[in-house]
């Protein structure tokens, strides 16, 4: 929902979160949508204007309220209150299921009805402002997930935690987050200027985040209320910085002694990563500037989205190596890079720093998801939307990192959403299963669809149509019917 009375929200990104399902039954699929009851929605309803800020909109006090409320009002923005505006993922945690952002604040929902339950913050079982949306889970169904502390003893700082699968019996009925445990922190390049990030990646032995010089000013976070600018401003990329790259030993829980970097870019999507032959292969999704931000203003995506939304750079999928046993004595320019099927490498510096460049393994795709049996693994295939200079999907796409072949599904007018590969019960092979992806439609004459293919073949094997106004979402979870411990209403 992007308008509140006569209010409306500057960014898509910033709308009142819709959630929807497509459950099967008996051969037959039911469709659900229900705003989440959040306690930003509830304000903003009840005002009947936006009055909770979000990323890209700054809302601002009542004009009716005195003068001390309105004091109050710009003091608490200082360490701002983030919203509850969940719009961004689905997160399995126990038998529970919560809708998740990039703020400190979750919402427990039930996956049968939507409904919205207990609002949770995280910042009560450890010091983050932020957290990611995109979790890792283990083969127990233990979360991995990781935020950023900005207030927390004035030490700016990334924080890996884990939230358990399972809690002793008789504490059931509470939240798996009071048994939270902090696995390590890594300090921050800049105290004032942290990374950004939405994801990252995990293998068998190590953590990899990627701290890019994509940053969050916190002084003008801290100022953005008073000076009239909203939160997204505060953010600016540095092309002329370097990009870290962190391993993180799960053993010793310390990020890996020697400095690995590269060139400046922007990622929003970890793909995958595994390790091979004393090497760390990590795939990611990057851009060469923060454009695709820009993008989603909503003063773009009206009539002439095509020549709005041009991006300045293509979404490129490329895959970084970086050698874990090397030769200390090695030469100053040697590649460290030690196994033949990559073109990616890995520099010596004088300084012992590790220099490392990508393999390019195509460009073009978007809102990548894997065979999750193999994450942290050797995989091979990659499902994903494609785009081109336009931030809009028009394809859905596999992409196989051996062959570099890709297939692909298109539609006159259909913009299909991140594609969500369901594994089938007798799997053999990698890509046995169905990709799920809901279509949206820019014909108001088309209805649109949620589409199943092979995702061996790329086949369509059936669509399920809705009769509704279908929104493009952003991510989403398929939940096995043995996971759902809830009996539906």
């Known amino acids: 929902m992007h308008t509140v009375g006569e209010t409306q929200y500057n960014h898509w990104f910033d709308g009142l979160a819709l959630i929807h399902s497509f459950t099967f039954k008996n051969g037959e699929v039911y469709y659900r949508s229900k705003y989440l009851r959040s306690d930003t929605y509830n304000c903003n309803i009840e005002a009947n204007r936006i009055v909770v800020s979000e ?53 427990k929902i039930n996956p049968h009805t939507l409904e919205t339950l207990e609002k949770v913050d995280y910042n009560k079982y450890v010091a983050v402002n932020l957290a990611t949306s995109h979790p890792h889970y283990d083969s127990a169904g233990n979360v991995l997930n990781m935020g950023t502390s900005i207030v ?20 059931k009925k509470k939240s798996h987050l009071k048994h939270l445990e902090v696995v390590c922190s890594i300090p921050s390049q800049s105290l004032l200027h942290p990374s950004y990030y939405h994801s990252f990646g995990v293998t068998e032995n190590y953590i990899i985040f990627i701290e890019q010089p994509f940053k969050l000013d916190i002084l003008k976070l801290a100022t953005a209320y008073f000076r009239g600018v909203n939160w997204a401003s505060c953010l600016s990329f540095h092309k002329e910085d370097k990009t870290w790259i962190h391993l993180i030993d799960k053993k010793t829980k310390k990020d890996i002694s020697t400095k690995i970097y590269t060139d400046a870019m922007v990622l929003f999507h970890h793909v995958n990563a595994y390790e091979e032959d004393g090497h760390v292969v990590i795939d990611v999704i ?3 500037d923060n454009s695709l931000y820009q993008m989603f203003y909503l003063k773009n995506l009206n009539e002439d989205l095509e020549k709005n939304t041009k991006l300045t750079s293509i979404p490129a999928c490329k895959r970084f190596v970086v050698p874990l046993g090397f030769d200390k004595d090695a030469e100053v320019g040697t590649n460290l890079v030690k196994f033949p099927s990559t073109t990616a490498t890995a520099l010596k510096e004088k300084d012992g720093n590790i220099y490392c460049q990508p393999e ?69 092979e990698e890509d046995d299963g169905l990709i799920l992806s809901s279509i949206v439609t820019s014909d108001p004459r088309k209805v649109p669809f949620l589409l199943i293919l092979d995702a061996k073949t790329f086949t369509e094997m059936a669509r399920a149509t809705v009769n509704v106004n279908l929104h493009l979402d952003l991510h989403g979870l398929f939940i096995p019917e043995k996971d759902l411990n809830v009996e539906p209403e």
């Open 55 to 107: 990323f890209g909109t700054m809302a601002y006090p009542d004009p009716c309220k005195n003068l001390f409320a309105k004091a109050f009002c710009y003091l608490s923005h200082t360490i701002p209150e983030f919203t509850d505006n969940c719009l961004i993922n689905i997160m399995k945690t126990g038998e529970d299921y919560y809708a998740t952002s990039e703020t400190n604040f979750i919402r």
């Open 152 to 171: 927390d003893k004035g030490k700016t700082k990334y924080v890996i935690f884990k939230i358990p699968s399972s809690v002793p019996e008789k504490e």
């Open 286 to 288: 990057s851009y060469s």
């Open 360 to 428: 390019m393994l195509c460009e073009g795709i978007e809102l990548p998801r894997i065979n999750y049996d193999y994450n942290g693994k050797k995989y091979r295939y990659i499902y994903a939307t494609e785009v081109r200079w336009s931030p809009v999907p028009t394809k859905i796409a596999k992409f196989d990192v051996l062959t570099k072949k890709k297939l692909s599904w298109e539609e006159e007018h259909c913009w299909p959403a991140e594609p969500i590969f369901v594994p089938s019960p007798d799997l053999k």
